[in-house]
Nanobody, 119 residues
Framework: QVQLMEFGGGSVQAGGSLRLSCKASTYSTHMAWFHQAPGKEREGVAGISGAVGDPRYADSVRGRFTISRDSPKNMVYLQMDSLKSEDTGVYYC???????????????WGQGVQVNVSS
């Protein structure tokens, strides 16, 4: 099993930035961040595979969000810039079995952190 813990959420004005962090209990090849907006289904926004990188992004965040990892520390990060009100919601860190942004490919989940973007 992989235990995941996110931190770094909070409130920010539109156009601002936040950095989310995820601490994993062990190294996992395929990691991702998911976003669940109020009243909507959870969707993958950024993923990363391998010790070096190979990032992938949803169209909604490409160019604004950056995923990275520090493999020796079992940490994954999500730098969120140019935040929009629609980025509001709960962000989950997840460990999966393949390089994708599909929820069904991810087996282990953190508890989530709240991000509020005010316009």
């Amino acid at each position: 099993q992989v235990q995941l813990m996110e931190f770094g959420g909070g409130s920010v004005q539109a156009g601002g930035s936040l950095r989310l962090s995820c601490k994993a209990s062990t190294y996992s090849t395929h990691m991702a961040w998911f976003h669940q907006a109020p009243g909507k289904e959870r969707e993958g926004v950024a993923g990363i595979s391998g010790a070096v990188g190979d990032p992938r992004y949803a169209d909604s965040v490409r160019g604004r969000f950056t995923i990275s990892r520090d493999s020796p520390k079992n940490m994954v990060y999500l730098q969120m810039d140019s935040l929009k009100s629609e980025d509001t919601g709960v962000y989950y860190c997840a460990s999966g079995v393949r390089a994708s942004l599909r929820e069904s490919d991810f087996r282990y989940w953190g508890q989530g952190v709240q991000v509020n973007v005010s316009s």
